[in-house]
């Protein structure tokens, strides 16, 4: 089934898989098609907003495609994940596996949100990925990417490229920026709120620098939530600590340990 909408208008296709199979939704800026196992296909044409629904406890898959040339944003939870743009809205619903494309050089971001369990960002400079015990996310060629944890014991792990890198690390997030020397594109990951940190200079530049920020506690009071507690550091070379205005920098060769609380 295949139906046309007008260019430029505001119409809106719904696209609903079928229960207990494996369907599939590919969309772009002008087009979305749901299939499944070769026995249906739909497709939308020229529709400014186009809804797929999943279905829950399948291993369905949606690849969301960007609108290349022109600023887009992901928004993505458990259960729903949206692409949009000037022109178009995708949005996969109830789909166990959604990849979204960005273009190298767009300055997109992509926002990445947690669920209720235990889940684990990974971010490099050309793709990061949040993933769960229900649900898969993965998000190429977005040249911001935030991640936020809000519940669950949640790990992120930050690489970097192999030219120059700054790690930034504070009490309640990390961020990493720098630039691909490969394709000369800037990257910059920032995971927000979560409970441990595992950050990889790893690059052949040898400049790698990390600045870490204390946290300030008045006398007798507890952890708040949403912070940091462990922060690991591997292959940096340079790193500077700041407290109360204080910096002293610290040239390192092995694995640093950092313990925020404890």
Same mark, same amino acid.
């Given at each position: 089934?295949?139906?046309?909408?007008?260019?430029?208008?505001?119409?809106?296709?719904?696209?609903?898989?079928?229960?207990?199979?494996?369907?599939?939704?590919?969309?772009?800026?002008?087009?979305?098609?749901?299939?499944?196992?070769?026995?249906?296909? /739909? #497709?939308?044409? $020229? %529709?400014?907003?186009?809804? =797929?629904?999943?279905?829950? !406890?399948?291993? +369905? &898959? @949606?690849? *969301?495609?960007?609108?290349?040339?022109?600023?887009?944003?992901?928004?993505?939870?458990?259960?729903?994940?949206?692409?949009?743009?000037?022109?178009?809205? /995708? #949005?996969?619903? $109830? %789909?166990?596996?959604?990849? =979204?494309?960005?273009?190298? !050089?767009?300055? +997109? &971001? @992509?926002? *990445?949100?947690?669920?209720?369990?235990?889940?684990?960002?990974?971010?490099?400079?050309?793709?990061?990925?949040?993933?769960?015990?229900?649900?898969?996310?993965?998000?190429?060629?977005?040249?911001?990417?935030?991640?936020?944890?809000?519940?669950?014991?949640?790990?992120?792990?930050?690489?970097?490229?192999?030219?120059?890198?700054?790690?930034?690390?504070?009490?309640?997030?990390?961020?990493?920026?720098?630039?691909?020397?490969?394709?000369?594109?800037?990257?910059?990951?920032?995971?927000?709120?979560?409970?441990?940190?595992?950050?990889?200079?790893?690059?052949?530049?040898?400049?790698?620098?990390?600045?870490?920020?204390?946290?300030?506690?008045?006398?007798?009071?507890?952890?708040?939530?949403?912070?940091?507690?462990?922060?690991?550091?591997?292959?940096?070379?340079?790193?500077?600590?700041?407290?109360?205005?204080?910096?002293?920098?610290?040239?390192?060769?092995?694995?640093?340990?950092?313990?925020?609380?404890?």
């Amino acid at each position: 089934v295949r139906a046309e909408g007008t260019p430029g208008g505001g119409d809106v296709a719904h696209l609903n898989g079928a229960p207990g199979r494996i369907d599939t939704f590919i969309g772009g800026p002008s087009h979305g098609e749901l299939s499944g196992d070769a026995d249906y296909s /739909l #497709r939308a044409d $020229s %529709f400014r907003n186009v809804h =797929a629904h999943g279905n829950a !406890g399948d291993d +369905d &898959v @949606a690849t *969301l495609n960007d609108d290349p040339g022109r600023f887009d944003e992901l928004y993505a939870c458990p259960g729903e994940v949206k692409l949009s743009g000037e022109e178009f809205l /995708l #949005r996969a619903l $109830s %789909f166990r596996k959604v990849y =979204a494309e960005g273009t190298p !050089g767009d300055g +997109d &971001v @992509a926002r *990445l949100h947690d669920s209720a369990t235990d889940d684990t960002f990974t971010a490099r400079p050309r793709w990061a990925k949040l993933s769960g015990d229900t649900f898969f996310v993965r998000a190429d060629s977005f040249g911001y990417v935030l991640a936020y944890s809000t519940q669950g014991d949640d790990v992120a792990m930050l690489h970097g490229s192999n030219g120059k890198d700054v790690f930034v690390g504070k009490e309640n997030f990390g961020k990493l920026r720098g630039t691909d020397p490969t394709t000369g594109v800037k990257y910059f990951s920032r995971a927000l709120w979560f409970g441990h940190l595992h950050v990889y200079g790893a690059g052949e530049d040898r400049r790698d620098v990390a600045v870490l920020h204390d946290a300030v506690l008045e006398e007798d009071e507890t952890q708040p939530v949403g912070m940091t507690q462990v922060a690991w550091l591997y292959e940096f070379e340079r790193i500077r600590e700041r407290s109360d205005g204080d910096e002293t920098i610290t040239d390192v060769v092995d694995q640093v340990f950092t313990v925020y609380w404890q």
